[in-house]
């Protein structure tokens, strides 16, 4: 193959995936993909994501590029290596074609495939998604921000016994320092720390906006019952 060629190609690649293509060199190739689910219409039912790495040698296609994952949300370690491995076989089967366009909508594909959490409950330590759950409804859910899941019971739970514990230590400190102004005590327990929490598995920052979407699933709970967070059933 041509210089000029392998240069159209990668035009051609970059046409497909628009900004979630970056090229950082047209020859020999080497880009960077976006990687999001064809299904994952609306965020919250996106549970996967990446960024794929292709970097070919001079010899491109003849030797087929090297394939790895920059980043990715919601695929363990297992999932990471099946999906670079089918990548890979991808291009050895494709040596000496040129072969861009096909590596990534075989990433992509495998990625969609993926899309769905996978393992247990972080808090709970039970399956997100049991196999004999014959119920419609998702009972899991995953902070945006870090794609970490969990059952949706499980991290409103917390969240609400979270900030109960957070009260419960505003309340001691007043009572410790009755003499501090106003603006002091507003500014230890105002609505924007509130606001934030930390992933429990992670401790990256995420938004109570994350979890808002998932109240309406909980449904059948009170808040008596969602604020008794049991120590037999949750894990902190």
């Known amino acids: 193959m041509t210089e000029e060629e392998v240069a159209m190609e990668v035009e051609a690649v970059e046409a497909v995936y628009g900004e979630d293509c970056v090229i950082l060199d047209s020859y020999p190739p080497h880009l960077h993909l976006h990687m999001k689910p064809r299904t994952a219409e609306i965020s919250s039912q996106q549970f996967v994501e990446a960024v794929l790495r292709i970097q070919a040698c001079s010899k491109y296609p003849d030797e087929p590029p090297r394939i790895s994952l920059i980043e990715s949300k919601g695929l363990d370690e297992h999932r990471q290596k099946h999906l670079i491995g089918i990548v890979q076989e991808k291009a050895s089967q494709l040596s000496s074609s040129l072969m861009l366009v096909e590596l990534c909508e075989e990433a992509v594909e495998r990625l969609t495939i993926m899309n769905h959490p996978d393992g247990d409950c972080p808090l709970c330590l039970y399956p997100l998604f049991p196999e004999d759950d014959g119920c419609k409804q998702m009972p899991y859910m995953k902070l945006m921000s870090c794609f970490h899941c969990f059952h949706c019971e499980c991290i409103i739970r917390w969240w609400n016994w979270l900030h109960a514990q957070k009260d419960a230590d505003s309340k001691s400190v007043d009572a410790l320092h009755p ?58």
């Not at 920052?205 to 967070?229: K, M, N, R, W, Y």
Request: hydrophobic share 30%.
């Open 179 to 236: 003499r501090r102004e106003s603006s002091a005590r507003e500014g230890h327990s105002g609505s924007a720390d509130k606001s934030l929490g930390n992933c429990p598995l992670c401790r990256k920052v995420f938004h109570a906006s994350d979890i808002e979407h998932v109240l309406d699933l909980v449904g059948t709970q009170s808040p008596q019952q969602l604020t008794c967070f049991g120590p037999n059933r949750i894990l902190v």
